[in-house]
């Protein structure tokens, strides 16, 4: 068996950069020359320039330029992060496998597993026996030498089998020279089970045997061919300068922060895990039926409802069953007769095309089970929504949340999207909602429609309306004085429209007589100038 000893790199000294009192006082700086502005726009005469750049300041010849302070990086990370641009890019390959390799030793191969602290009692035995770096190192290398424990204690790869194993994203070969050197080294360690201790530091002891067991392991595997199927970089499987970052981001910040979540709340990281991976299927599922209804050109109105992502059920996987359809307590039963006749016209679609079908089994359960993602979807069609759902809302929130003048499905949504195409189906959407609205929207409570049309119609009445002309009188049901009375109005109105047609008149009369008269003082006035200027010619 090869001997393998990894040591850990030392810290190179602050590498910042400093600039020396002699280099800077042997080189006479170069003054900053302010570049030539070439696309200098003209300014008027006599208009003063509501700005001038200013110009750079120039270091005076023979004095020293100021040293400049390095930029620092102004968001905060955690020193135990790795951020992916610090590292080389063929890197990633490496970095997938010893990721996969912690996850081989640490017992995590099923998805979404949250690791399990060490036994309370490992690390005080440990720090127990080791009282320094140098004692692991000697002893997670001296495999042929005498065992701190038997092999046999050791539980890691107790039940694991040789042979192709997927781990994650990896494939990994697993070979027994593999297993045993990994028992034996652990063995050397004294730890049965290996299991950093993510709440100490990762400066301790403990912690430390289990970084400087994981990369020699890792080394050995990589060499060996255990990660030829991730096409590693095997130079990269010994620089420990990539190798202890990259350890300690995945199992120290990673790890660590996924235990604290589940440390604080059971289950907690699981659950936001499955959350995401059901939010992921349930955007594929509106991805491939938007995609469908576009290709088959169906109607606006449906292609509005299937393009929203909160429109559409989740199910979760169940073993045994297949995926259980979880129910959206805001849709309509008709709304979901509508979206089942979308996948059974998706499916008979897939098989016309002769495509191979992948889709998972979706089974609807017999007692509803309520979704994950209670958001319900705004602006849609008023039948979409489950109307004791809708009925139970304050009227401001129906208003934002339905479009209450627009309905979208057939009364019997199962009867959409048959072979043969209903005529209704054909219409436009405004011809469809002027048909199935009144029908359609009977569920519903839309008082606060009506209340809010009457207020408009009240305030239009009394700011608009310019036609009031005082009092109305029924003629057919009023007493002689109320005749006598509406004779006489009739009577005054009659005279008074003659009195203002009369005067009317009068005035125009007045006004062509008063005009006439200037006509002749005006021709007398012409006449007496002319015969002025005909004497004065006779004079002359």
Same mark, same amino acid.
């Given at each position: 068996m090869t001997k393998i000893q990894l040591r850990e790199a030392t810290p190179a000294p602050d590498s910042s950069p400093h600039i020396r009192q002699s280099q800077s006082t042997s080189k006479k700086s170069t003054p900053n020359r302010a570049p030539a502005n070439k696309n200098k726009a003209a300014t008027p005469k006599g208009t003063p320039a509501k700005s001038k750049p200013s110009t750079p300041k120039r270091t005076p010849s023979g004095q020293q330029k100021p040293v400049a302070t390095p930029k620092t990086n102004s968001s905060k990370v955690n020193p135990l992060q790795m951020v992916t641009k610090n590292m080389p890019g063929s890197f990633a390959a490496t970095r997938d496998a010893l990721y996969a390799h912690i996850k081989l030793i640490w017992n995590l191969i099923e998805q979404k597993v949250i690791p399990k602290p060490p036994h309370r009692d490992t690390p005080a035995e440990f720090n127990s026996r080791f009282f320094n770096v140098d004692n692991i190192e000697y002893s997670a290398g001296n495999t042929s030498g005498a065992p701190l424990i038997p092999v046999a204690e050791v539980v890691t790869f107790k039940d694991l089998k040789c042979g192709r194993k997927k781990i994650g994203k990896g494939l990994v070969n697993v070979e027994e020279f593999f297993l045993s050197y990994t028992k034996a080294t652990l063995a050397c360690l004294g730890i049965?089970?290996?299991?950093?201790?993510?709440?100490?530091?990762?400066?301790?002891?403990?912690?430390?045997?289990?970084?400087?067991?994981?990369?020699?392991?890792?080394?050995?595997?990589?060499?060996?061919?255990?990660?030829?199927?991730?096409?590693?970089?095997?130079?990269?499987?010994?620089?420990?300068?990539?190798?202890?970052?990259?350890?300690?981001?995945?199992?120290?910040?990673?790890?660590?922060?996924?235990?604290?979540?589940?440390?604080?709340?059971?289950? +907690?990281?699981?659950?936001?895990?499955? /959350?995401? =991976?059901?939010?992921?299927?349930? !955007?594929? %599922?509106?991805?491939?039926?938007? *995609?469908?209804?576009?290709?088959?050109?169906?109607p606006k109105r449906y292609q509005k409802v299937i393009s929203d992502v909160n429109c559409h059920s989740d199910d979760e996987y169940s073993a045994g069953q297949g995926y259980i359809i979880k129910t959206l307590k805001f849709r309509s039963?008709?709304?979901?007769?509508?979206?089942?006749?979308?996948?059974?016209?998706?499916?008979?679609?897939?098989?016309?095309?002769? +495509?191979?079908?992948?889709?998972?089994? /979706?089974? =609807?359960?017999?007692?509803?089970? !309520?979704? %994950?993602?209670?958001?319900?979807? *705004?602006?849609?069609?008023?039948?979409?929504?489950?109307?004791?759902?809708?009925?139970?809302?304050?009227?401001?929130?129906?208003?934002?949340?339905?479009?209450?003048?627009?309905?979208?499905?057939?009364?019997?949504?199962?009867?959409?999207?048959?072979?043969?195409?209903?005529?209704?189906?054909?219409?436009?959407?405004?011809?469809?909602?002027?048909?199935?609205?009144?029908?359609?929207? +009977?569920?519903?409570?839309?008082?606060?429609?009506?209340?809010?049309?009457?207020?408009?119609?009240?305030?239009?009445?009394?700011?608009?309306?310019?036609?009031?002309?005082?009092?109305?009188?029924?003629?057919?049901?009023?007493?002689?004085?109320?005749?006598?009375?509406?004779?006489?109005?009739?009577?005054?109105?009659s005279g008074f429209l003659d009195d203002f047609g009369d005067n009317t008149m009068e005035t125009s009369d007045h006004e062509e007589q008063d005009y006439n008269e200037d006509d002749d003082n005006g021709e007398l006035e012409r006449e007496e100038r002319y015969l002025a200027m005909t004497l004065d010619e006779e004079i002359l």
């Open positions: 049965r089970t290996w299991a950093p201790n993510l709440e100490d530091s990762h400066h301790s002891l403990y912690n430390k045997a289990c970084r400087q067991a994981a990369l020699m392991t890792f080394r050995q595997a990589a060499l060996g061919g255990a990660y030829t199927y991730m096409n590693i970089n095997k130079k990269y499987a010994v620089d420990l300068g990539l190798l202890v970052p990259t350890y300690n981001h995945y199992v120290h910040f990673l790890h660590t922060q996924r235990y604290n979540r589940e440390k604080t709340q059971t289950r +907690k990281f699981r659950m936001e895990e499955e /959350r995401k =991976v059901i939010a992921k299927a349930r !955007e594929r %599922l509106r991805d491939s039926q938007s *995609k469908f209804a576009l290709a088959q050109g169906l039963p008709n709304a979901t007769k509508f979206f089942r006749r979308v996948d059974a016209a998706i499916l008979k679609s897939d098989e016309l095309e002769g +495509k191979r079908i992948q889709r998972r089994r /979706r089974i =609807v359960p017999s007692t509803p089970q !309520e979704s %994950l993602f209670p958001k319900p979807p *705004k602006g849609q069609p008023l039948d979409f929504y489950e109307p004791e759902w809708f009925n139970d809302l304050l009227p401001q929130q129906r208003i934002d949340t339905a479009n209450t003048h627009e309905v979208a499905f057939l009364p019997d949504a199962s009867q959409s999207l048959m072979g043969k195409k209903l005529a209704s189906e054909k219409l436009s959407d405004r011809k469809f909602t002027k048909q199935f609205f009144d029908r359609l929207s +009977k569920p519903y409570d839309l008082t606060h429609e009506i209340e809010a049309e009457e207020d408009d119609a009240d305030d239009s009445d009394v700011e608009e309306d310019n036609s009031y002309a005082g009092e109305e009188i029924n003629l057919a049901d009023t007493s002689g004085e109320d005749d006598d009375e509406y004779n006489e109005m009739e009577e005054e109105l």
